[in-house]
């Protein structure tokens, strides 16, 4: 890494000791509305579901919608976070769940293309702090000199690179194919689904009895959980409003020459561990083109009026960076763009806790551009710490 900061897609590892908190244990007839039906929403009404609780789902626009932090084609799934456990752990229990799934419902949605990080140091703590978690898992890198990755990797330009590191168990999931996929067995398996915008009710003796609908009806319930990312802040803005913060982060899918499409599309998803923009960048899915995203944390965007536009001077820089490390790039024509929303935290990490006036009031978000791929683990502990089963996370919880 060239300067030496921490990725913008690694949660800072805080180890603070606050007592431990379990919220009450829920009646198996309990009634649980979840609002958003993004990764986080979707996979959390589908646990809850299947502990046996009546789930309505609501969502405004729909599963993987376009203006979803969990739209778009693609989404990495990566279990290096540098020093940080929680998250390497939460992500091996992910990848085991996505893999369980694709295979139930008979839908690819998991493709092991591996993860290629570009290392400007001999060891970046980014991969070496992440060490003892994989070795402790039966994981391993590998590791490959400039030479080496030269010969493998012809069309990437390595000169400036000190190794490239190879975690060869992650690759990339179907981000809006993901979410429509547990929507699908939601639904199938008895879930009750809404498509509607949700205002929340005055809260009252403690709790949220119930929710407007854009309909004009009115959805009662005895817990909900708010899952509806980077609308979060907006909807609940004086509890949320300096919490969460939504920010405009593009991808670009770039038009690879004619003879080199077998060298990019059989690639790894890549990580430019540049110290700055950490781009990032996933071949060619679905033959839709090579896919480049911006991990540095854009401008202030409103998820709902924003134009999914590009911003000219972010997608210059790209194309230079591009034009750099794939050099058969370098008048690549731009074939799709995307926005792709993130639903910040103020440390990266994600976000389970109670509304601080209501505790059947739940909140889960926070994704921070990293959020997608932990989706059914995050979804499992979500469910068992609504039900009251147990403890809430530290991590997770509201500072």
């Not at 419902?105 to 060891?123: P, R």
Request: glycine share 10%; with cysteine; aromatic share 12%.
């Amino acid at each position: 890494m060239k300067t030496g900061e921490t990725p913008t897609f690694a949660p800072r590892n805080t180890t603070e000791t606050r007592p431990p908190r379990r919220g009450p244990l829920l009646d198996v007839h309990a009634h649980i509305a979840v609002v958003g039906a993004g990764v986080f929403g979707g996979w959390t009404a589908l646990w809850l579901l299947r502990s046996g609780f009546r789930v309505t789902l609501v969502d405004a626009w729909g599963p993987g919608h376009s203006r979803a932090s969990s739209g778009d084609e693609t989404r990495v799934i990566r279990s290096t976070y540098g020093a940080n456990e929680t998250y390497f752990d939460l992500n091996v229990r992910a990848l085991q769940l996505w893999q369980e799934h694709q295979q139930r419902w008979h839908k690819k949605l998991f493709f092991n293309t591996g993860v290629l990080w570009f290392c400007y140091e001999d060891s970046p703590a980014m991969i070496a702090d992440t060490l003892p978690f994989m070795q402790k898992h039966g994981l391993e890198y590998q590791y490959f000199s400039r030479k080496e990755a030269a010969q493998r990797y012809p069309h990437i330009n390595t000169e400036d690179l000190q190794n490239l590191v190879l975690d060869p168990h992650g690759g990339y999931l179907k981000a809006r194919e993901g979410c429509q996929a547990v929507h699908e067995a939601f639904v199938s398996e008895g879930g009750t689904y809404l498509n509607a915008l949700v205002k929340p009710d005055t809260i009252d003796n403690e709790r949220l009895a119930s929710v407007k609908l854009s309909d004009g009806s009115t959805l009662q319930a005895d817990v909900f959980v708010f899952a509806c990312g980077s609308w979060l802040g907006q909807l609940f803005s004086e509890v949320l409003g300096g919490v969460i913060s939504c920010t405009k982060q593009e991808a670009y899918y770039l038009g690879v020459p004619a003879t080199h499409t077998r060298l990019f599309d059989e690639m790894p998803v890549w990580v430019d561990l540049d110290g700055e923009d950490f781009y990032y960048g996933i071949p060619g899915n679905a033959y839709r083109g090579f896919k480049i995203g911006v991990d540095k944390r854009g401008e202030t965007f409103d998820p709902t009026h924003s134009e999914r536009l590009p911003h000219p001077a972010v997608l210059q820089k790209a194309r230079d960076f591009m034009a750099h490390r794939f050099p058969a790039l370098k008048n690549a024509p731009l074939v799709e763009n995307r926005v792709c929303p993130y639903e910040n935290s103020p440390d990266g990490n994600f976000i389970l806790d109670t509304h601080p006036e209501a505790d059947n009031c739940w909140f889960l978000g926070g994704g921070s551009g990293h959020g997608y791929k932990h989706g059914p683990a995050l979804g499992e502990l979500a469910a068992d710490v609504i039900a009251g089963k147990r403890n809430l996370e530290n991590l997770f919880r509201m500072r």
